[in-house]
């Protein structure tokens, strides 16, 4: 019995330190607007320099690369758009996917997610990303363009 219990005791602390391993990748980069109109702005914020008409509430541009650990199957507010939780660096990090946005398919729980674009307050006071490009699932997908 003891051999046993030392087993699922090993198994279970090999599982946990692979989640925590898949977990802890990713990257969540920030970039101010302010900053975006200047030559030393990087690559990875061409989505947010090429998204000319947003309101004065898009302060910062933002990337979140990660792993899918939930996505919202029911919209509560009715407003259409979805919502995942992206783990990065094992930080849980918001991403709206607006009603909109013309990605197929929502990606699948454990799925890589890399999306781009800006900073939101979401109906629950926190912080969100909605995304002005999306690699997901295979596919790569941009925002509709806005003010133009």
């Given at each position: 019995m003891r051999r046993i219990l030392l087993g699922v005791l090993a198994a279970l602390l090999i599982a946990?330190?692979?989640?925590?391993?898949?977990l802890s990748r990713g990257t969540f980069e920030t970039y101010p607007r302010s900053g975006l109109a200047g030559a030393g702005a990087p690559a990875w914020t061409a989505p947010c320099r090429a998204d000319s008409g947003v309101g004065r509430d898009h302060t910062t541009c933002v990337r979140v690369a990660g792993r899918v650990?939930?996505?919202?199957?029911?919209?509560?507010d009715g407003d259409g758009d979805r919502h995942l939780i992206v783990i990065t660096r094992l930080h849980p990090r918001i991403v709206k996917v607006p009603r909109d946005f013309p990605l197929r398919h929502l990606p699948?729980?454990?799925?890589?997610?890399?999306?781009t674009g800006w900073v939101v307050v979401g109906a629950s006071g926190h912080n969100e990303l909605e995304p002005r490009l999306m690699?997901?699932?295979g596919e790569v997908v941009r925002a509709p363009v806005r003010g133009r």
């Open positions: 946990a330190a692979v989640a925590g391993v898949v650990v939930w996505i919202q199957k029911h919209d509560p699948s729980l454990g799925s890589w997610v890399d999306a690699h997901a699932s």
